[in-house]
Nanobody, 124 residues
Framework: QVQLIESGGGLVQAGGSLRLSCAAS????????LGWFRQAPGKGRVFVAK????????AYEDSAKGRFTISRDNAKNTVYLQMNNLNSEDTAIYYC?????????????????WGQGTQVTVSS
């Protein structure tokens, strides 16, 4: 089993920054890719970014490229999402997830582990 706990959400003005953290625990957490997803009001949960087991391989959804940076500290079992130049369209609940690299983007419904989410609200 893997447990994921997100933190760092909040209210920020447009153009501002936030850093989300996800503390992971469990015997097998080091064997999983870790990713961030978000769900805006009235919409489905969508992929934002992911990083591989060693934190070297990374991938981003198009709107996150150039603004968001995902990183992973395996010594702390924590994955981060640095978000810069935020806008109102980034308002959502952000979720951390753990799973196989490919399914984090291709088969979201098969992702085995999710955090409880953290709210990010961007005011214009």
């Amino acid at each position: 089993q893997v447990q994921l706990i997100e933190s760092g959400g909040g209210l920020v003005q447009a153009g501002g920054s936030l850093r989300l953290s996800c503390a992971a625990s469990g015997r097998t957490v080091s064997t999983y890719a870790l990713g961030w997803f978000r769900q805006a009001p009235g919409k489905g949960r969508v992929f934002v970014a992911k990083t591989g087991v060693r934190g070297v391989n990374k991938a981003y959804e198009d709107s996150a490229k150039g603004r968001f940076t995902i990183s992973r500290d395996n010594a702390k079992n924590t994955v981060y999402l640095q978000m810069n130049n935020l806008n109102s369209e980034d308002t959502a609940i952000y979720y951390c997830a753990a799973g196989r690299w490919d399914i984090l983007t291709t088969r979201i419904h098969e992702i085995p582990y999710w955090g409880q989410g953290t709210q990010v609200t961007v005011s214009s």
